[in-house]
């Protein structure tokens, strides 16, 4: 016998403005029957596919600590570094940079409430696709 991920959970600030953040970052997408409204305290959304689904709580305590779970991103297109622009510009800062000169390794970013995730080269640059 064995368990199934249902969702993951994460504790907001405002669970409506991650859910917003976090469905650019994945091309995800709310269910249009129960929308995320501003102010709605639970805002879940889902993969194109509906396996993969994040649900954004609010709480009433920020972020105090390094995560002890974070997401490791890929781009679904292009390199790491046009991935890593497109996230800057819809507000994920940069908390360390871990690229190698042979163009290894990643980058240790944040979203707006400073949860950190990381962005890994794609199947192209590793010499997969």
Avoid: Y
Wanted: proline letters at 5%.
């Amino acid at each position: 016998m064995t368990a199934l991920i249902s969702h993951t959970s994460i504790d907001s600030l405002d669970a409506r403005a991650q859910s917003v953040f976090w469905s650019t970052v994945l091309g995800f997408a709310e269910n249009p029957d129960d929308p995320n409204l501003p102010g709605d305290e639970e805002c879940l959304i889902c993969s194109p596919d509906g396996r993969t689904r994040l649900l954004f709580i609010t709480v009433p305590d920020a972020k105090q600590v390094k995560n002890r779970l974070h997401l490791d991103l890929v781009p679904a297109e292009g390199t790491r570094d046009d991935e890593l622009a497109r996230l800057l510009g819809i507000g994920a800062s940069v908390v360390a940079d871990r690229r190698r000169d042979d163009g290894s390794g990643w980058v240790v970013l944040a979203d707006p409430e400073g949860n950190e995730f990381c962005i890994l080269r794609g199947a192209a640059e590793r010499g997969e696709g």
